[in-house]
């Protein structure tokens, strides 16, 4: 009883740290920052914010699964002998240079934006994986402090920003101000810097979760990849904003998975195919909900956040909210997947989600535009959730430990 009640407070901790972010993020920072720019501005500012989201999920928060993924059989005295910070370090230094280049070569944009797109990009990956000590812990009120100093500092960098116009300045505000909580609050900050013979299987487990990360976390942004060459940056405002309400229930799932997995990683959990099912079924109970409300209450919260693109996206909330959510509905029973199923076989269900992703979405958005687009995630969505449940009904047809 007493363990059900700490696990029921660290999601309920968890679904909090994480919220007070998003909401800052999807209620205040975005909505302002839309109202200072323009159209065009404003979606190549989205495009750009997902190569760092990316960077930041496929490089720190990998970083942070294989620790906790490896903590489930080692020691984690034999862990703590300095071969993650000298990987943290050189992700970070090498992520935060491709993602300057990639922003350089692909986009307009001034000197300083640019420096300051270098800076949050390597203090966000490093700080991604700072967190992992929280998790090792299993203590989610330092996640929430963390992500307190994350949120204020995204709100005092919307003033600036609303000054002096650079838009990267409430990210890099957020990451440093967080950054700075963690260095001292984090125990991994202690631990030395060196290479021991554990760095070879380390680097190996990560290659492999790294791979399927970038594509799942690729995934989540590739809306704005696809849209802002094939229909403009502008049309990349327009499906940000009609997928709103879709979006506004990311900030419950990602801690619900964050805490199944933390949990799944220190303890043996007897899961069997009925089991699985209820779970399965569970999860798609308030997305279904999601979905429909997202016919009447998804427009009037649109509308409050966004009015001036409101008349222009109106008529493809429901079906971009739709296809959002249907994607978070299998990221619930993710943890459960990944770590019960080779890594290897799970990267190779998200190149295949990916490829259908990719042609339903190209083909959608060339001939049918925006709401083509809309329809192909939706369909992308609903192949993933088939796969994924095809995969757990195998895995878990006899009863398993995870």
Request: glycine residues 6%; proline residues 3%; aromatic residues 16%.
């Amino acid at each position: 009883m007493k363990n059900n009640k700490k696990i029921l407070t660290d999601v309920l901790l968890n679904i909090f740290a994480t919220l007070v972010c998003s909401i800052v993020l999807n209620f205040y920072v975005f909505p302002k920052l839309a109202n200072i720019y323009n159209e065009v501005d404003n979606g190549n500012m989205l495009t750009i914010y997902g190569i760092i989201s990316i960077g930041i999920s496929a490089l720190g928060n990998t970083l942070t699964s294989v620790r906790l993924l490896m903590n489930k059989n080692n020691d984690e005295k034999m862990l703590a002998n300095g071969d993650f910070n000298i990987i943290i370090l050189i992700l970070s230094s090498i992520g935060s240079l491709f993602i300057f280049i990639i922003t350089y070569l692909a986009f307009d944009n001034t000197p300083i934006t640019i420096i300051f797109i270098l800076l949050t990009s390597f203090i966000g990956i490093y700080r991604a994986y700072l967190i992992v000590s929280y998790r090792i812990e299993l203590n989610f009120v330092k996640q929430l402090i963390s992500n307190g100093f994350l949120a204020i500092g995204y709100i005092l960098g919307v003033f600036f920003a609303r000054d002096i116009k650079y838009w990267p300045v409430p990210f890099l505000m957020g990451e440093s101000l967080s950054l700075l909580f963690s260095l001292f609050a984090s125990k991994v900050t202690r631990e030395p810097f060196r290479i021991s013979k554990n760095f070879k299987k380390v680097t190996k487990v990560f290659v492999l979760l790294c791979l399927t990360n970038l594509i799942g976390a690729s995934i989540s942004y590739l809306d704005r990849f696809l849209i802002n060459p094939l229909l403009g940056a502008e049309n990349v405002s327009k499906f940000f904003v009609s997928s709103f309400w879709g979006r506004c229930l990311g900030p419950f799932i990602a801690p619900l998975s964050a805490v199944a997995l933390s949990y799944l990683s220190k303890a043996n959990i007897k899961i069997n195919k009925k089991v699985f099912i209820i779970l399965f079924v569970v999860g798609y109970i308030p997305i279904l909900f999601m979905i429909a409300a997202s016919l009447f209450i998804g427009p009037f919260f649109t509308k409050i956040f966004y009015g001036s693109y409101y008349e222009s996206v109106k008529k493809y909330i429901f079906i971009a909210s739709s296809g959002i959510l249907l994607g978070y509905a299998t990221d619930l029973v993710t943890p459960l997947i990944i770590t019960s199923v080779d890594v290897k076989k799970i990267l190779i269900v998200q190149i295949i989600y990916l490829l259908l992703y990719l042609i339903f979405a190209f083909v959608g958005a060339f001939y049918y535009h925006i709401i083509g687009f809309c329809f192909g995630l939706l369909f992308a969505n609903i192949c993933k959730g088939i796969i994924y449940f095809m995969i757990g009904y195998k895995v878990f047809n006899k009863s398993a430990i995870i």
